[in-house]
């Protein structure tokens, strides 16, 4: 496997999120009719970090946060070789009429929002529903779909890949960029 | 994330450790999606299922109907009574009919023990048994098995008895298999008519006291007396049967300790199991009931995930 470039330093990194903290509560006040959901497995990384700094910044520590699995919506089932693997589903909260902010770490196909979208209808029928994505990558949107908020964008050729790191799981956080699908 | 190694699920005897924790894992996120509001999810959205039931059935077969419904399957269903199969067609006609019709996945219930791998070899369709004679009955295996982690945290090393009519039992069979896959102690109990002599050979302890093994036991699975299969007598009475072999609010206060009581439906009330400890409290016969439904959308998910 070929070492994969870094995109942002670390330091690059926090003031990213602590930006998209600060355009969240620009839009969205004290987040009090707001709701974050986390798109299983990944975007609940970034989700993580976003709720625990939001909590800091607007003193409402009551944000609702829930972290949804998209598994079972997925228009490629049965086009993996082997089955997809689900992830805990936390959704403790009905979004009727809340404004709902999905984050994800990578948007690419636009795939796994559509999926979201489709397994939040299960929870009501929200007020508006937003974005948010730490790497946009601009090319090969399979479906129209455009993040409302954005830590960086990228753009990268359709067979190279994007892979965020975490501190808590890869001990660093990073972004990288890989020629290929690793 | 790995897959099953077997595209039918036709006996516990087939399939891995692993395939089962396979299976337990995926009900586990079934188990969350049935407790929602709206308990239906899109995955086999453009599956269609034949549910064949040649056999009399109302929890499995409305069980696998609802896992079916609740991961968007399209369904039909057919029981013999009412089809062709009176006329005289043959099993492997009946079901390739079936399948011209563009079926994928076929769950059957048939009196012959075999049925089912006959049907494998023969279809290309995903096979589910759902109970062939007194052979095996895998969903409801996994389903007591799935249930027995849940409410004790492990099967590993914990003791369980199949108490009743183990000679006629699919279910016995196959929770067996189950049970020794995953390493818990099996023991079978029951009046020595119905309890097939081999049962030994497959490492399981056999008993003919019922009050020794629900003292020695963590969990007693109490298996119902199919009278249905009664073709010699057995035994000279139902009511010494109950006598004998039920398992009554008596017996379980005798013990030191509580145990979990299960039951594969459906119950003859006072033969094998008197009302009171039915409905105990530590009872999990409606839990069993519960997680069905779970552990069968977890066998049709993956049955039908892959290329």
Same mark, same amino acid.
């Given at each position: 496997? @070929? ?6 330093? &670390? ?10 903290? /600060?355009?969240? !509560? ?37 944000? &609702? ?10 228009? +490629?089932?049965?086009? /993996?070789? @082997? ?25 690419? @196909? ?31 949107? /399979?479906? &129209?779909?455009?993040? +409302?908020?954005?830590? !960086? ?16 799981? /890869?001990?660093?956080?990073? !972004? ?7 | ?54 056999? $009399? $059935? ?8 609802? =896992? ?17 199969? $009176? ?45 062939? %004679? ?6 409801? =295996? ?47 109990? %029951? ?8 049962? =030994? ?63 594969? %439906? ?38 039908? $995930? %892959?290329?």
């Amino acid at each position: 496997m @070929t070492a994969g470039k870094e995109l942002i330093s &670390p330091q690059r990194f926090a003031f990213t999120l602590e930006r998209l903290c /600060h355009q969240l !509560i620009e839009d969205w006040g004290d987040l009090s009719n707001t709701c974050i959901i986390g798109i299983q497995p990944r975007g609940v990384q970034l989700a993580d970090r976003l709720v625990q700094r939001l909590k800091v910044l607007t003193g409402n520590s009551d944000i &609702p946060y829930g972290k949804l699995d998209i598994t079972f919506y997925r228009d +490629d089932f049965r086009m /993996h070789d @082997t089955p997809l693997s689900p992830h805990p589903n936390e959704m403790n909260f009905v979004v009727a009429d809340k404004n709902v902010l999905l984050v994800d770490d990578v948007l690419y @196909t636009g795939r796994t929002i559509q999926s979201a979208l489709s397994a939040l209808q299960h929870y009501g029928r929200p007020r508006v529903v937003e974005l948010v994505a730490l790497v946009d990558r601009r090319f090969n949107r /399979h479906l &129209p779909i455009q993040a +409302d908020y954005v830590g !960086i964008t990228v753009d990268a050729m359709d067979e190279a890949y994007v892979k965020v790191h975490w501190q808590e799981i /890869h001990g660093k956080d990073e !972004i990288l960029l890989f020629d290929k699908k690793i | 994330m790995s897959s099953l190694s077997t595209r039918h699920l036709i006996g516990i005897k087939n399939i891995t450790e692993a395939d089962i924790q396979l299976i337990f894992e995926t009900a586990d996120n079934f188990k969350e999606v049935i407790n929602r509001p709206i308990k239906k999810v899109p995955s086999l959205r453009d599956l269609t299922v034949a549910n064949i039931f040649f056999e $009399s $059935s109302t929890r499995t077969r409305i069980s696998f109907e609802l =896992a079916e419904r609740r991961l968007s399957a399209d369904i039909v269903n057919f029981a013999a009574a009412s089809s062709s199969v $009176s006329k005289g067609e043959t099993l492997l006609d009946t079901v390739n009919n079936i399948l011209a019709m563009k079926v994928d996945m076929v769950v059957m219930r048939h009196p012959a023990p075999g049925a089912c791998v006959f049907l494998s070899q023969h279809i290309p369709a995903n096979v589910i048994n759902a109970g062939d %004679g007194t052979h095996e009955h895998p969903t409801q =295996a996994l389903l007591d098995a799935y249930s027995i982690r849940e409410q004790l945290g492990d099967v590993a090393n914990k003791k369980i008895a199949i108490i009743g009519d183990i000679l006629h039992s699919r279910v016995a069979l196959s929770n067996v298999f189950c049970l020794q896959k995953l390493g818990a102690k099996v023991r079978v109990c %029951g009046p020595p008519t119905l309890i097939p002599k081999y049962y =030994a050979d497959l490492g399981v302890e056999v008993s003919h006291d019922v009050q020794e093994t629900l003292h020695w036991c963590d969990v007693a699975n109490v298996l119902r007396i199919q009278l249905e299969r009664q073709d010699i007598k057995y035994f000279p009475s139902l009511r010494e049967y109950h006598q004998f072999f039920g398992i009554t609010k008596n017996r379980i206060e005798q013990l030191d300790k509580e145990i979990v009581i299960m039951h594969p %439906g459906p119950i003859n009330r006072g033969v094998e199991i008197s009302s009171d400890v039915a409905d105990a409290p530590q009872s999990i016969i409606l839990q069993q009931v519960e997680n069905g439904v779970a552990i069968r959308m977890a066998v049709l998910y993956l049955l039908a $995930s %892959g290329k």
